[in-house]
């Protein structure tokens, strides 16, 4: 069964949308999608997707199992590469380069554009070499302020601090997934994905990574999947929605997303008739 259809708090039309500073910045494109199709051999799980990702905030990517949420996030930094029978149509632009292009160095891309993922995976190894990865692929030496700045912005520093050497897997649920984030902004990308990042979390390890997404974005574009209206809701600028057959049905300011849909099946989706 889809959480959607568990969560009661989706019954309600009361959706309780953030009011934050962000909201009067006007939008500075830093990621766009032009015409995006993506198959998977035959089958199409993008359909023509536009939109235009602003910097320095939070946009939200929601819509019911299987529209294609995962595909797009993984589509802007070609972890969709990796899997053999994907496609690709159209552009999709970082910065106003089309990442597709030829001269695009995807290992490259994806320092510029880090991901999380939906269950936190800290490698087997120290807290320290879990966030000095990042930098050592790069072929650089990752120093102790390197270290120490990195768990900082993902408001790990003051739990870990003394056990540093101490290996990431001994850390709660909630604290690898903020490991994780270190890791991912240690070598100082401009976008952070999330893909569900929160969903494998108790409630109040949800609460710090929503805390802590909120930090982020003044350094940092956030692009964050999830299930969860209710955080989208809180914690989002931009939503997009996803629908069945992979497409991006509805794009805008939260507030408008969830209180005035311009689109009925969008109204529907978050009104719980379906999902
Ligand atoms: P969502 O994140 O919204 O649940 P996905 O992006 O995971 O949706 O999936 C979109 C569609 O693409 C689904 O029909 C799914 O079955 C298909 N799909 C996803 N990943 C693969 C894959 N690796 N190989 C083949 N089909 C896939």
Known sequence: MSTQNTDERLISTEVQTGENARANLPDEPVL???GLDVYYGDDRALDDITIE????????????????KSTFLRSINRMNDQISVCRIDGELTFRGKNVYDDDVDPVALRRKIGQVFQKPNPFPKSIRENVTYGL??????ATDEDVERA???AALWDEVK?????????????????????????????VILMDEPTSALD????????????????????????????????????TAV?????????????????ENPADGRVEDYITGKFG
């Open 151 to 153: 768990l900082r912005g």
């Open 32 to 34: 766009a999608a032009r």
């Open 136 to 141: 050592e692929v790069q072929g650089k030496s």
């Open 162 to 190: 003394d056990q540093l050497d101490s290996s990431g897997l001994e850390l709660s649920g909630g604290q690898q997934q903020r490991l994780c984030i270190a890791r991912a902004i240690a070598p100082d990308p401009e």
């Open 203 to 238: 409630p109040v390890a949800a609460s710090k990574i929503e805390d802590l997404i909120d930090e982020l974005v003044d350094e940092y574009t956030v692009v964050i999947v999830t299930h969860n209206m209710q955080q989208a809701a809180r914690i989002s600028d931009k």
């Open 53 to 68: 990702i602003p910097k320095n905030k939070v946009t939200a990517i929601i819509g019911p199992s299987g529209c294609g």
């Open 242 to 258: 996803f629908l069945t057959g992979g497409e991006l049905v509805e794009f805008d300011d939260t507030a408008t997303v969830f």
